[in-house]
T-cell receptor, first 113, second 114 residues
Framework: AQSVTQLGSHVSVSEGALVLLRCNYSSSVPPYLFWYVQYPNQGLQLLLK??????LVKGINGFEAEFKKSETSFHLTKPSAHMSDAAEYFCAVKKSSGDKLTFGTGTRLAVRP | DVKVTQSSRYLVKRTGEKVFLECVQDMDHENMFWYRQDPGLGLRLIYF???????EKGDIPEGYSVSREKKERFSLILESASTNQTSMYLC?????????????FGEGSRLTVL
């Protein structure tokens, strides 16, 4: 069975600082990997995804993530945090397009002025 | 713009009541899902459906049932609500036609059971 581990349930950064949200997965086959974002009182929306090809994936709002097979990681980064980035972020994995999505427990990002 | 609509954003029910949570999608998606979201536990899959009148149990189906009579509509039913079912419920849909099967979510229904 697949699993997803998000290190750090809460992360706080200053406005303008680097954002790094960690995600590690376990999968017996090369996975499909996703990051979703949830703003307060809203549903989840897709931030970015990795399926095949280039391992550095760019998403919306300046976020990007790199698939590192050797480290079984898919960490999310943004060079400069903005106040509007405050939200909860979820990493998710599936084995194939027809598989069910397995979510991590989420990381809540706070951005300090 | 694609849309998944959950009928109620906030509900308050009493223990033992029957609760219906409705979800409608306008994207002609084959697959629909119900998750519950709790702090520190992330999203947990309750039930899903790959086609009309079909349903599959997810990871935590106990205490819940579902109905999918039409392709666009997927209902979650709590036959007899209990306080431990107080949670945020999220509906999602996806298409078989998309290579990655990414999920599109509704805004959620926050249920409080007293």
């Amino acid at each position: 069975a697949q699993s997803v581990t998000q290190l750090g349930s809460h992360v706080s950064v200053s406005e303008g600082a680097l954002v790094l949200l960690r995600c590690n997965y376990s999968s017996s086959v090369p996975p499909y990997l996703f990051w979703y974002v949830q703003y307060p009182n809203q549903g989840l929306q897709l931030l970015l995804k990795y399926t095949t090809g280039a391992t550095l994936v760019k998403g919306i709002n300046g976020f990007e993530a790199e698939f590192k097979k050797s480290e079984t990681s898919f960490h999310l980064t943004k060079p400069s945090a903005h106040m509007s980035d405050a939200a909860e972020y979820f990493c998710a994995v599936k084995k194939s397009s027809g598989d069910k999505l397995t979510f991590g427990t989420g990381t809540r990002l706070a951005v300090r002025p | 713009d694609v849309k998944v609509t959950q009928s109620s954003r906030y509900l308050v029910k009493r223990t033992g009541e029957k609760v219906f949570l409705e979800c409608v999608q306008d994207m002609d998606h084959e697959n629909m899902f119900w998750y519950r979201q709790d702090p520190g536990l992330g999203l947990r899959l309750i039930y899903f459906s790959y086609d009309v009148k079909m349903k599959e149990k997810g990871d935590i189906p106990e205490g819940y049932s579902v109905s999918r009579e039409k392709k666009e509509r997927f209902s979650l039913i709590l036959e007899s609500a209990s306080t431990n079912q107080t949670s945020m419920y999220l509906c999602a849909s996806s298409s078989n036609g998309r290579s990655t099967g990414e999920l599109f979510f509704g805004e959620g229904s926050r249920l409080t059971v007293l």
